[in-house]
């Protein structure tokens, strides 16, 4: 909301995590090189958009931790349960 209007509505979800992750090159150049990211985030992240809504972001109790200390957190349910959806 902007001034108290409503002036959209993200068409997307997202999963946000947080911790240390790896990038590795799997592959060669002749045949076939992929990027790998590799981490305890990955799966947050994974498991945070499953239950994110269209137009909801929703974060691993690790990234909420973080974000709690530096972010202003308009609405938000806990514990985070893949069970039952939260925001």
């Known amino acids: 909301e902007s001034f108290g209007k409503r002036i959209g509505t993200l068409n997307v979800h ?7 992750v790896v990038g590795v090159h799997v592959g060669d150049r002749e045949t076939r090189m992929e990027y790998l990211i590799l981490g305890d985030p990955i799966d947050q992240v994974a498991d945070a958009v499953l239950i994110a809504s269209r137009g909801q972001v ?3 109790p690790e990234a ?12 938000c349910m806990l514990p985070y349960d893949l069970d039952k959806p939260q925001i």
Request: charged share 25%; net charge negative; proline share 0%.
């Open 64 to 75: 909420l931790k973080l974000l709690e200390e530096t972010a202003q957190i308009d609405e």
């Open 14 to 20: 997202c999963g946000v995590g947080f911790g240390e």
């Open 58 to 60: 929703v974060a691993s």
